[in-house]
């Protein structure tokens, strides 16, 4: 009972503290959202020792003042990404879109459209990348996958705010899949975070930055099943409070290989292919290479 209720709190913690981030407006909110960052770069914490191991991991031919500047500019966008969750969770279309200043890549999604089918777009998680769900679901017919969250109370809330421009969102089970596979036969768009760990069960180690990452099969699996077009879609944020720029991107004809390796190996590239436009807005404080294969170290241990 006693955890039941620590949880109930949490969930009302956090929702409460989205909202009251829905209330500024985006320039202030941003700048709470640096001043958290400053304080995950001056404080010891797991972020931060997250975050350096992973650029040494990825960046080995930085010396040793570029890794902690872009190690400190990953923590800054940390905050914001956290605080910038009020406006893309309780926001309308008509204070939101007006955000997104510049379109990038759009020949690339012209392609994607063109083909008439359902459309997957690989999104890492890089920027403001919770805005895209509403910025697909806002123009398109939209299925998305969502995982539930640890506070029962707070998963309500959720759903009905990544929903609220017209998304369909289902649980990350069995269900929840067929749905998915079923919506992008009906053309319908969806989203999946790429580098998001799927587990033991459902990936394989593939190469990221030249390093042994567990990376996910599902996003080829969806393709072979439904025969859908895809496209890499980032939303890269502007300086001083401008807004957004979304950029679509190519993928390899290869992420829809039924060869699990070839498949994950040109997914990962793809993935490096949008880090490289803004490296300091990557999720750099994500344990990437955690349960690495045998022969190789955790570095997180």
């Not at 003042?65 to 926001?91: C, F, I």
């Not at 567990?214 to 496209?231: G, Y």
């Not at 300086?239 to 994950?264: I, M, N, R, W």
Request: hydrophobic share 45%; glycine share 6%.
């Amino acid at each position: 009972m006693a955890i039941k209720n620590k949880q109930a709190w949490l969930g009302k913690l956090f929702k409460g503290m989205i909202v009251s981030f829905s209330w500024l407006p985006l320039g202030l909110n941003q700048r709470v959202g640096r001043l958290i960052g400053r304080l995950l770069w001056w404080i010891p914490n797991m972020n931060k020792r997250i975050t350096l191991i992973n650029l040494s991991l990825a960046f080995p031919d930085f010396s040793e003042p570029e890794r902690q500047k872009l190690a400190k500019q990953s923590l800054l966008h940390l905050g914001m990404m956290v605080t910038e969750l009020g406006p893309a969770w309780t926001w309308s279309a008509d204070k939101l879109m007006p955000l997104i200043k510049e379109v990038k890549g759009q020949p690339f999604l012209d392609e994607a459209l063109a083909k008439q089918k359902g459309i997957l777009f690989l999104a890492p998680h890089i920027g403001a990348w919770e805005l895209i769900g509403g910025f697909l679901s806002n123009q398109y017919p939209s299925t998305f996958l969502y995982r539930p969250p640890k506070f029962s109370n707070f998963e309500s809330f959720m759903v009905k705010s990544r929903s609220r421009f017209g998304a369909q969102l289902v649980p990350t089970n069995l269900r929840g899949v067929k749905n998915l596979i079923k919506a992008l036969k009906q053309n319908q768009v969806s989203g999946i975070l790429p580098d998001q760990d799927a587990g033991e069960t459902s990936g394989v180690h593939a190469s990221f930055f030249g390093q042994p990452a567990r990376t996910m099969t599902l996003a080829s699996k969806l393709i072979q099943k439904t025969d859908c077009a895809f496209v890499f879609i980032m939303m890269e944020r502007l300086p001083k409070a401008q807004g957004y720029c979304v950029h679509f991107l190519p993928a390899e004809q290869a992420v829809a290989s039924d060869d699990e390796q070839l498949a994950t190996v040109a997914l990962n590239r793809g993935i490096e292919q949008c880090i490289h436009i803004a490296p300091e807005q990557y999720l750099w404080s994500y344990r990437r290479f955690r349960k690495p294969p045998v022969g190789y170290q955790n570095p997180y241990k």
